[in-house]
């Protein structure tokens, strides 16, 4: 008989054992677990590991513990609290455990992306990224301890827009370059610094030779090109790289035992020449940052001198032509040097172009003689560009050279002596005042002067912002009393893929060789016009009047007559040019003008006046004008403009000199050198940094010559203003303006320079976190006995020596924690 089944019927509820194995339960499992600790503590056996992956060994107590009593971190996550744009910020943390921590890392959770320094460690940095509001960042600290458990934390860091992060400096007239607390300034390299190894260190006594392989005098313009570990070009390294700067002119009187001999009229010593000539052009220098800080590196290979002697080459559509024929090139394509660079540019396939400015002096060309010998039209060209002197600036034309077959200094004599221009040197004032295109990489290529930006008392040659399919353009200031702003803007549209080819001076001769320059037209209304400078258009014509053009070459050599009688604006001596990485606004500093009269005043040049202690009327102090072209295109043929500041002193009259407002903390004269933050770090981006440096003579009375940085707004931010001007006869002029938003405290002094000097030349790293800053003539009116500075030595060295003679140089200046500079 069968066994009788017990059925038990209804709802269960699952109450009833319906599995029949026999496995452990989570609680002996733990406490198997606790039994072989010892084994367990050796390893985990690839079935265990197969059925439970990592939780076994992740299996915690009550306290957060596992199975051996170990329990997770304990951590912290905090900041050095809210910051604004590109300032250093700290992330901080602590972590405590039972036992060892094996890992621990910063990861960001969300923001704006930034660059964690020391993420794997307890303590990172970061430097805050540019935003146009406050925005907050949010950071994660994850720590593991030896048992794999892992805790975590987060900090929020509240960023807000760009802000200038340094008290103003005070004027002074100490023999120093200050800067702000918080801030620290070292002398990198200064004139007659050996460049090559075999060059004897500078003795600075005025008997050190061969500045073909030394630092030049007054270090102008300068642009930092970037190198990599393997010594090729790297756009992003801040650590290493070539810094290029152009050498205008000299401070004669040191540069000898006892100062020049016969520098009025000759005959000049062959020696005394050489030297004078050699330490003008451009310098290339390897530049690299280690423990000590940044140091030139005297043996490099991209280490050169581009001298009033290294060959050149002629581009562009002056090439050939008949007005640039010499003894030394009567083909027109070649030329020698590069002399009085002042100001300068650069292009995205990393070139530098530097700039010739006040060339015209260097020539002889007695007028009295030598008019008589020339055409009519010749006579208009030279006396419109100031080639009129009897002996020149330093009279090389007078050496009597011990080799008689050579012409480096005969090529300074612009007299027509030969049978024709080939014979002679007639045509040299030609070769000179262009836009001069530099390879930094491959001292093997020659410059290449880019004739079709025209000739001129070239300033600087800053570009536009570059777009796919758009024309560029290259904005270029003439720096003379009256003269104008041009524009170039190339016949190719730009292709990005540009910006990394090899060959740079080729990507030049794309983009720089054929185009249109244009010249500005500034209206009453703060409307402007890009005149075009072409042959056959308006007045420039071969019936011309005032000059009979020949062709387009013709125009472009003789830019500055072509501008006369096109009807272009003369403004107040229009030297540099920078353009807003972020919104492509120009900017221009007309630094002063001694001739603008209360008669000759215009809504762009409003202003002339008394400035005592000064007795002469004009406008002393300078100001800085920015536009805004239609369309926001590099190849629009129009524009809108404003005034940005007014330079003056904050004593001065606030209704009709200093219309600005500006204060004891940001007040200067004569603005000159002008640059905008790199857009690589966040002072070039949503609002940059405007740097501001000063060549004057009116203010330095009361200081000496200074920098200083600026958040400017947008063209257009402020409104119009009546300005009056009185002559001396108390007569009256009054003119309508455009005038920026005052700047307040959005306006600045950084820095303020030796004794003398002049400030020019500023560029950083790409990451904004090293400045270098150009000194320039300091105790430019001491003598050899009796020098009026002694800088750089005096930046160290209180107790030089009396007679220690000053030199130009750059100085490097980073921020204390280093965050960027300015901010």
């Not at 001596?573 to 001694?594: D, F, H, I, K, Q």
Request: glycine residues 10%.
């Amino acid at each position: 008989m069968s066994e009788m089944l017990e059925i038990e019927s209804g709802y269960t509820d699952g109450d009833i054992e319906t599995n029949p194995t026999t496995n452990l339960s989570l609680g002996e499992i733990i406490d198997h677990r606790y039994s072989r600790r010892d084994t367990l503590k050796g390893g985990v056996s690839a079935a265990a590991l197969a059925v439970f992956g990592g939780a076994v060994l992740a299996a915690c107590d009550d306290n957060g513990g596992d199975e051996d009593g170990n329990t997770a971190p304990v951590v912290t996550a905090g900041s050095s609290g809210s910051s604004s744009t590109g300032r250093l910020v700290s992330l901080t943390s602590t972590v405590t455990d039972d036992g060892g921590i094996v890992t621990s890392a910063w990861t960001q959770v969300s923001g704006p992306t930034v660059t964690l320094n020391g993420a794997n460690t307890g303590t990172a940095t970061f430097i805050a990224p540019a935003v146009s509001a406050a925005t907050p960042l949010v950071f994660r600290y994850v720590a593991t301890d030896q048992q794999g458990l892992s805790s975590s934390a987060e900090t929020t860091v509240n960023v807000t827009p760009a802000a200038l992060g340094f008290t103003a400096v005070a004027k002074t007239k100490a023999d120093i370059v200050t800067v702000p607390t918080g801030y620290s300034v070292a002398v990198l390299t200064s004139l007659g610094d050996p460049i090559a190894a075999d060059t004897a260190a500078y003795k600075n006594d005025g008997t050190d030779t061969n500045f073909a392989n030394r630092i030049g005098d007054h270090g102008d313009a300068l642009y930092y090109f970037g190198l990599n570990a393997s010594a090729a070009r790297d756009d992003n390294s801040s650590t290493r790289g070539i810094l290029m700067q152009n050498h205008e002119n000299l401070n004669v009187q040191y540069l000898h035992p006892n100062g020049p001999t016969n520098v009025s009229s000759g005959p000049r010593p062959e020696a005394e020449a050489i030297k004078e000539i050699e330490a003008h052009g451009v310098s290339a220098v390897e530049l690299v940052q280690g423990s000590g800080g940044w140091a030139y590196v005297q043996n490099s290979t991209f280490n050169r001198r581009i001298t009033p002697n290294t060959p050149t080459e002629m581009r562009g559509p002056g090439r050939g032509n008949a007005l640039l024929v010499t003894a030394y090139s009567p083909d027109a394509t070649a030329g020698r040097g590069t002399i009085n660079n002042c100001a300068n540019g650069s292009t995205p396939w990393a070139s530098l172009l530097t700039c010739e400015e006040n060339w015209a002096g260097y020539f002889r060309r007695p007028t009295a003689t030598d008019n008589p010998r020339r055409s009519a039209k010749e006579v208009t060209a030279l006396t419109r560009y100031g080639v009129r002197s009897t002996s020149g600036n330093y009279a090389w034309a007078s050496v009597t050279p011990a080799d008689s077959s050579s012409t480096v200094f005969r090529k300074w004599d612009a007299q027509a002596t030969g049978s024709s221009a080939a014979t002679d040197y007639r045509n040299e004032p030609n070769q000179y005042g262009w836009v001069v295109e530099i390879d930094p990489y491959d001292k093997t290529k020659a410059p290449r002067k880019r004739t079709a930006l025209g000739r001129m008392n070239h300033e600087g040659c800053w570009p536009g912002l570059f777009k796919a399919g758009v024309k560029p353009a290259f904005y270029m200031g003439d720096d003379a009393q009256n003269e104008y702003l041009y524009k170039f803007v190339s016949a190719t549209p730009w292709t990005a893929a540009d910006a990394n080819a090899t060959d740079r001076l080729a990507i030049g001769d794309k983009y720089l060789d054929n185009g249109t320059l244009y010249v500005a037209r500034f209206n009453a209304d703060g409307s402007g016009q890009w005149i075009p400078l072409v042959f056959g258009e308006g007045a420039i014509t071969s019936t011309n009047e005032t000059y009979p053009f020949a062709d387009q070459a013709d125009v472009l050599v003789h830019a500055r007559i072509a501008a006369d009688v096109s009807a272009a604006t003369p403004m107040d001596r229009p030297e540099w040019t920078a353009v807003n990485p972020a919104n492509g606004e120009m900017y221009l500093t007309l630094t002063n003008n001694s001739s603008r009269s209360a008669s000759r005043v215009d809504a762009a040049n409003p202003r002339s006046y008394q400035d005592p202690p000064s007795t002469s009327r004009g406008n002393r102090n300078g100001h800085i004008l920015r536009l805004r072209e239609a369309g926001d295109t590099t190849e629009a043929t129009s524009f809108t403009w404003d005034i940005y500041v007014f330079a003056a002193g904050s004593d001065l009259d606030p209704t009709n000199i200093n219309l600005s407002g500006l204060t004891a903390d940001n007040d200067h004269s004569s603005p000159d050198g002008l640059w905008f933050g790199r857009p690589s770090n966040a002072s070039g981006q949503v609002n940059p940094l405007l740097w501001i440096q000063t060549d004057d003579g009116a203010f330095t009375d009361v200081t000496n010559n200074q920098m200083l940085a600026a958040f400017p707004g947008r063209v257009g931010d402020g409104g119009t203003r009546s300005v009056t001007s009185t002559a001396a006869d108390g007569t009256t002029n009054t003119v309508t303006t455009r005038i920026g938003a005052a700047p307040g405290t959005s306006l600045r002094r950084f820095l303020v320079g030796p004794v003398e000097c002049e400030i020019t030349g500023v560029d950083s790293t790409p990451d904004g976190r090293t400045l270098f800053v150009g000194i320039q003539h300091p105790g430019e009116d001491g003598t050899p006995t009796a020098p009026t500075s002694k800088w750089p030595a005096s930046q160290t060295n209180s107790s030089a020596p009396a007679t220690t003679r000053p030199r130009s140089g750059v100085v490097v200046i980073r921020k204390n924690d280093g965050g960027i500079v300015g901010l």
